[in-house]
Nanobody
């Protein structure tokens, strides 16, 4: 129903910054939270960040809190992830997602997401 397309990934060095974007189209829901997960090769899915529909309420995973910032533009139906001080362990495929649950619930809610195709982020040492 909703299409999510991530962009902004690439190959960077440790300490660099990247900003990921996720544009939503099709049947979108303005009252859904939007956010980000990542998954490294052979690893479990890792929650990163989510922002509620009002663009104010947000929640972050412990692994990136203080380095990553999520924001959204409801007019453009776009969510962003500003990533600073990148580390090699940040290497993963980054996925955009939407869900009706509030951001604080995202670390535990496993089902009901709409997903983007992902964008690769590789951080070299």
């Amino acid at each position: 129903q909703v299409q999510l397309v991530e962009s902004g990934g690439g190959l960077v060095q440790a300490g660099d910054s990247l900003r990921l974007s996720c544009a939503a189209s099709g049947r979108t829901f303005s009252n859904y939270a939007m956010g980000w997960f990542r998954q490294g090769a052979g690893k479990e899915r890792d929650f990163l960040a989510a922002v509620h529909w009002d663009g104010v309420s947000s929640y972050y995973g412990d692994s990136v809190k203080g380095r990553f910032t999520a924001s959204r533009d409801n007019v453009k139906n776009t969510v962003y992830l500003q990533m600073n001080s990148l580390k090699p362990e940040d290497t993963a495929v980054y996925y955009c997602a939407t869900h009706r649950a509030p951001p604080v619930a995202w670390p535990t809610v496993k089902n009901g997401y709409d997903w983007g195709q992902g964008t690769q982020v590789t951080v070299s040492s």
